[in-house]
């Protein structure tokens, strides 16, 4: 079968490919509290359902498991090809320049919270799989596409579809870039918590802080964080416009019933890529130590998380600072925080490097914690993911991509971002995300061009002619 006919079929469904993304993106799927035969709310569920109907519409067996993930297979055999995706999203955030659920296409880029993470890959890879069967490509596997719910926000659905349903002896996941993907850092998640005790020194403070809360989940850079003070409005202005001078993002007064409400504007970006965005969190903590605050207490967290964290992104300071030749350094991103008068949580996404271990991140962290209040409450981990450059999955893919795109320069990569590859023993992350495009996932104005949509089609296509025919 030639490759001509594989990228002809495709670009006759372009069409269809457009109409079935732009289906599932109406779907604010953000995971919520569960409701009853929905494990992840109301809108996950909608998604799932409406996605596994249009596998339907395609001819594929398809299947739900219990709301926590679900299927669209081809192909007979007893081996399986996975292909790995998710339809859960991160939240849309502010400030889109077009509806973040509408599936807009402007200058050929059709924008969307998904687009690219990953309900564009989805799509592109179910019309792939439909090209193979349009095709008669005759596989000696099935191919499975498996389609997780919560992959933002935890793994219980893929965990879930692993205890209840087949998984695959190979597979790719096309929720990261292109060439190929043959390491990917372990992920941590984890508080930091502190006890603030309260304490009456408005006598001696200039501000007295009420609270402090931003970021919508650990992986993102917060584009937005607020914070709450009583003092002199006139004094906060003028000292707000000097730091409004020295970075890219905004700092906003606004003198409300309850006090005044100072917002810091950022920059959103992957929670596993903070040098692409611009941490509103920090930025604020950054311009709050500065003021003279009552409380004693809580001009202590704000010392602290300046010397501990501050605007760094490499965990320097705070005794997780790491590397490796594989994998590159360790990450260190501030998702979210809470402050009031009882104690501050600081929510942290870490990155570490794949020939290292979760046990020394946190050995390094406590040892610098020592005596200065902060608790750390472990949370989610990931294992690192690491395949061999010159493994047969991996050549095969880079064979694929090399002969559709003609880049014969690339090599494998790898990545601080995290993907269902991990979830089987042999699968690499593949695509979406061409070499020199913008890095738009968990950003505002996410997008993915519609020539770019079914090039992936064709590649996908192609990688699972290679992994799973004669």
């Keep these: 079968m030639s490759k001509e006919k594989i990228r002809e079929q495709c670009k006759n469904y372009q069409d269809d490919i457009i109409d079935s993304l732009r289906d599932i993106l109406q779907y604010n799927s953000i995971q919520e509290d569960p409701e009853p035969g929905q494990p992840f709310g109301e809108e996950v569920d909608k998604c799932l359902n409406r996605t596994l109907e249009i596998a339907d519409d395609l001819g594929f067996k398809t299947g739900n498991i219990d709301g926590y993930a679900g299927y669209a ?14 339809l859960d999203i991160v939240p849309a955030g502010d ?11 402007v200058d050929g880029k059709m924008y969307g919270r998904g687009t690219l993470d990953n309900k564009g890959p989805a799509i592109a890879s179910l019309y792939a799989m439909k090209v193979i069967q349009d095709l008669d ?9 498996i389609l997780g719910c919560n992959e933002e926000s935890g793994w219980e659905g893929i965990n879930y579809y692993k205890e209840h349903a087949e998984m695959p002896e190979i597979a790719f996941s096309p929720d990261a870039k292109f060439p190929v993907i043959h390491a990917e850092k372990g992920i941590l998640i984890f508080n930091l918590n502190k006890e603030l005790a309260k304490q009456d020194n408005t006598e001696t403070g200039r501000f007295t802080l009420k609270s402090i809360t931003g970021g919508n989940a650990p992986n ?23 730091y409004n001078n020295s970075w890219n993002g905004e700092l906003n007064l606004t ?15 992957h929670g596993s890529m903070p040098q692409d965005g611009l941490n509103a969190i920090s930025h604020l903590i950054n311009f709050l130590v500065n003021l003279d605050i009552t409380e004693d207490s809580k001009a202590e967290f704000l010392n602290q998380y300046a010397e501990l964290i501050g605007l760094n992104y490499f965990g320097e300071n705070i005794g997780c600072q790491m590397s490796d ?5 360790l990450i260190f991103n501030v998702g979210q925080v809470e ?29 610098k914690l020592k005596s200065t209040g902060w608790k750390l409450e472990k949370g989610e981990h990931k294992e690192p993911l690491y395949v061999e450059k010159d493994s047969e999955l991996v050549k095969s893919l880079m064979k694929v991509y090399q002969e559709e ?29 061409f070499p020199g495009q913008p890095e738009l996932a968990h950003q505002k104005d996410e997008y993915i061009g519609v020539d770019d949509l079914i090039r992936n089609t064709v590649i996908y296509a192609n990688a699972i002619a290679a992994l799973a025919s004669n």
């Design 405 to 433: 795109t003609g880049d014969h320069d690339a090599t494998p990569i790898a990545i601080g971002g995290g993907t269902y590859a991990r979830a089987v023993e042999k699968a690499v992350a593949f695509g979406p995300l």
């Design 339 to 367: 402050l009031d008068d009882e104690k501050a949580k600081v929510v942290v996404n870490i990155r570490y490097p794949v020939q290292s271990s979760a046990e020394e991140v946190f050995t390094g962290m406590e040892a």
């Design 95 to 105: 400030d889109w320049s077009y509806p973040p659920f509408a599936g807009k296409i």
């Design 137 to 145: 490509i005759k596989l000696n596997k099935r191919v499975r596409l």
């Design 325 to 329: 030749e594989v994998s590159g350094p």
């Design 255 to 269: 003198k409300l019933d309850q006090g005044l409400e100072l917002v810091a504007k950022g920059i959103s970006a």
């Design 220 to 242: 993102m850079v917060p584009d937005r964080a607020k914070a709450i003070l009583e003092g002199e409005f006139d004094y906060l202005s003028n000292e707000l416009d000097k």
């Design 73 to 86: 297979e081809i192909g007979e055999g007893e081996e399986m090809l996975g292909i790995l995706c998710h």
